[in-house]
């Protein structure tokens, strides 16, 4: 069975960083793309950055261009979200994904448990 194992979340004061991690087992992590979503309350969930294991390419959502640096470990089967800088706005509960394609396609194959993100003003 595919399993994403999110942590690193928490409440953290506006301008500050936090780096979310996301342990994968049970699919070939090396052959797809991976990435974060989150949804915030009364928002619709959004993609926030997507990686390809394949040849690493990468993309982020507009609001967290520049502040958010995504990376994947293949030896440890693990995703990172290095968040700088952060908002109250990067309130949310964040999803990591595996997407159905070595490409980040947007289509999500499996959805591991979310880690919430508290940005205090």
């Known amino acids: 069975d595919v399993q994403l194992q999110a942590s690193g979340g928490g409440l953290v004061q506006a301008g500050g960083s936090l780096r979310l991690s996301c342990a994968a087992s049970g699919f070939s992590f090396d052959n797809y793309a991976v990435g974060w979503f989150r949804q915030a309350p009364g928002k619709e969930r959004e993609e926030v950055s997507c990686?390809?294991?394949?040849?690493?390419?990468?993309t982020y959502a507009n609001s967290v261009r520049g502040r958010f640096t995504i990376s994947s470990d293949g030896a440890k089967n693990t995703l990172y979200l290095q968040m700088n800088s952060l908002k109250p706005e990067d309130t949310a509960v964040y999803y990591c994904?595996?997407?159905?394609?070595?490409?980040?396609?947007?289509?999500?194959?499996?959805w591991g448990q979310g880690t919430q993100v508290t940005v205090s003003s």
């Open positions: 994904v595996a997407h159905r394609h070595y490409f980040c396609s947007g289509l999500v194959g499996a």
């Open positions: 990686i390809s294991n394949h040849d690493g390419k990468t």
